[in-house]
């Protein structure tokens, strides 16, 4: 009898300890796969080594399109630029505002607890300190050509592990591209494409986005050669005379805020003026507001949409 006792015991104390052995096994391996995931180290646009442990999980996007293509990855985005004039993209409506690359909020951005901050390489460097200080990384880019929408999206893909997803966004925008230049017809149009804010007015260059995007719809930027501004080399001075001289076709007006506002001021300021009265664009009523969310921010993966917007309203000012 007391060996039929002992039997059973000894069979439920073994068993015990090799269930204790399996699960000290596999908490183990759990720890050493965490251990062993690879670190990442990034080359932004502004030439930084920036180190990260693992795959961020906690990503906050100062601008608009970094957050698009943060989400179009798949990425753990939690915090996005505060909106202005509409300019918030699909699919990121829940997620926490924390200010933009023009003034960041740091108090939100630790809330969130970051591990990754995307900013711009021109606004956001001072901003790197800050940032650093409360365990964050910021990842430096910019966005003034399609080219460049294309480096982010490579750069972001390396950033999440989603290389091949980040080689498919920019197989598609690529497609796009094409897709845009085979569809144009007749003659390049002339454009002035103007950025504006209520009581200030510039002129987009080549080197732009929005120029950008205007030379690969099939536009002629007439201000391709006008001296940059130095505060924002990207834009010019509008300039009367020469605007007379070349007579744009077509104005098409980008803006952050509010669009309607923003054409009655431009046009506002054309009857101060009369010389703009004698104008092409604007005897044939052909000054155009561009959509906020393609035009008055980086739009990320939706470029495609821009430049095929510009492609259809180049056909439609045509046929006219």
């Known amino acids: ?41 990034l080359t932004d646009f502004a030439g930084r080594q920036v180190k990260f442990p693992s795959v961020p999980q ?23 630029p505060t909106s202005s004039g509409g300019t918030t993209l699909k699919g990121n409506e829940n997620i926490m505002q924390i200010g933009t690359a023009h003034e ?3 108090e939100k951005i630790a809330y969130l607890k970051a591990d990754a901050v995307l900013g711009n390489t021109q606004m956001n460097a001072k ?13 430096l880019t910019q966005a003034n050509s399609v ?7 490579t750069l972001f893909g390396q950033m999440l592990n989603k290389v091949p997803e980040a080689q498919q966004l920019s197989a598609d925008i690529e497609a796009g591209i094409k897709t845009a230049a085979s569809s144009r017809t007749g003659e390049k149009p002339r454009v002035l494409l103007v950025y504006g804010a209520p009581g200030t007015y510039m002129a987009a260059l ?40 070349a007579n744009p076709q077509i104005i098409l007006i980008m803006t952050h805020g509010n669009g309607e506002e923003v054409q009655r001021g431009f046009e506002q300021e054309m009857r101060q003026n009369a010389a703009w009265n004698s104008i092409d664009a604007v005897v044939h009523n052909r000054v155009r507001v561009l ?20 492609v259809s309203l180049f056909a439609e000012l045509e046929a006219q």
């Open 1 to 41: 009898m007391v060996k039929q006792w002992h039997a059973p015991l000894l069979l439920l104390t073994l068993c015990a300890l090799l269930l204790t052995a399996c699960g000290s096994a596999g908490r183990s391996e759990v720890t050493d796969a965490a251990a062993a995931l690879p670190a990442l180290t």
């Open 58 to 80: 906690h990503i906050v996007a100062l601008g608009n399109g970094e957050a698009d293509i943060i989400t179009a990855l798949g990425g753990a985005l939690v915090g996005k």
């Open 104 to 106: 960041v909020d740091l």
């Open 127 to 139: 901003d790197i300190p800050a940032i650093e200080s409360i365990g964050a990384k910021m990842v």
């Open 147 to 153: 080219a460049d929408i294309t480096k982010q999206i």
């Open 206 to 245: 080549p080197n732009s986005l929005g120029g950008n995007i205007l030379e690969l719809a099939g536009g002629v930027n007439i201000a391709a050669d006008y001296p940059a501004l130095q505060s924002y080399p990207q834009y010019a001075t509008l300039n009367t005379e020469r605007v007379m001289e």
């Open 291 to 310: 959509p906020a969310d393609l035009f008055g921010t980086n739009p990320g993966t939706r470029v495609t949409e821009a430049l095929q917007l510009l």
